[in-house]
């Protein structure tokens, strides 16, 4: 949901139906539902077991695949990256790619003393969880700065059939999606992207007022007339419509404020998630002001 008030005597405040975040929450819910095991139909599945054509001949298993490395570079499509499992292997960073590794570790598969399976959904969820906690440092931000960019963690481990065979890593990428299902190019390395001045290419913007029509959320790098300026903290679980809806207003219209050149007359944004955008992942409300 969306408001766009002016805060001028005679304004009145505007409200229009949009989708907080419409990639990212996107993109969210497809994370929590597939990023991780496979049901074997995929392609790219690794290191299947071989048999021998000879019936008596008993079934060989391949070895693991070499782990992935930290700061690896790959070039991925937007459906890559959202993919529980990928076989693109590694680029040269100097050349163009669309994703990094910034951590690689091993998956947490016991619980209460039971193997569970890679694609189990508290295995997933804990590897996302760790992948979204530790992208912030590594990108050289806090994690307001991080909601504020448009980049994203992506998370990937073993094949079903790879894990039999005793693959047990994890991957978390680092990607930018600079405008509707498309990655941007990265440079060779994103430790510390967001440090400094990073958010002045790698920000949140929008192509038109949030809830206006031809709104797009893309990279403050591209064209771009409004800009993501402040995270509303909604607490830890969801307050409800109505509490979401009014939480911001007055955080929203203070920040615009501070970079209104008239305090009398400017315009601001507050974007807040449903209860299906909380669930996907999408915890926070935006602020926006015009760039």
Not at 222 to 239: C, K, N
């Amino acid at each position: 949901m969306t408001r766009r008030p002016s805060p001028r005597p005679t304004g009145r405040p505007t409200r229009a139906a949009t989708t907080v975040l419409a990639v990212s929450a996107a993109m969210a819910a497809a994370l929590a539902g597939c990023t991780g095991g496979s049901d074997g139909s995929d392609d790219g599945a690794a290191d299947d077991p071989s048999t021998s054509a000879t019936p008596t001949a008993k079934p060989t298993t391949a070895a693991p695949a070499e782990r992935p490395a930290p700061g690896a570079c790959y070039d991925l499509g937007f459906e890559e990256a959202l993919a529980p499992t990928v076989t693109n292997e590694a680029v040269d960073c100097a050349a163009d790619h669309t994703a990094q590794t910034y951590a690689v570790g091993q998956l947490a598969t016991y619980a209460d003393g039971h193997l569970l399976a890679v694609d189990d959904p508290a295995v997933q969820a804990g590897l996302g969880e760790t992948c979204r906690s530790s992208l912030a440092e590594y990108v050289g931000g806090d994690t307001d700065a991080l909601r504020l960019s448009v980049l994203r963690p992506v998370w990937f481990s073993p094949s079903i059939e790879a894990s039999d065979a005793g693959e047990d890593w994890y991957r978390c990428d680092v990607i930018a999606v600079v405008d509707d299902a498309t990655l941007g190019t990265l440079p060779p390395t994103m430790e510390g992207a967001l440090a400094g001045d990073g958010l002045t290419s790698l920000g949140l913007c929008g192509t038109a007022a949030p809830g206006a029509d031809g709104f797009r959320r893309i990279a403050c790098g591209l064209e771009h007339s409004w800009r993501a300026i402040d995270v509303v903290d909604l607490g830890s679980s969801y307050p409800g419509e109505d509490a979401a809806s009014s939480a911001g207003s007055a955080q929203c219209q203070s920040a615009a404020g501070e970079l209104a050149s008239d305090v009398l007359d400017y315009e601001w944004g507050y974007e807040w998630p449903t209860q299906e955008q909380w669930d996907a992942g999408q915890t926070y409300g935006l602020c926006w002001a015009p760039a």
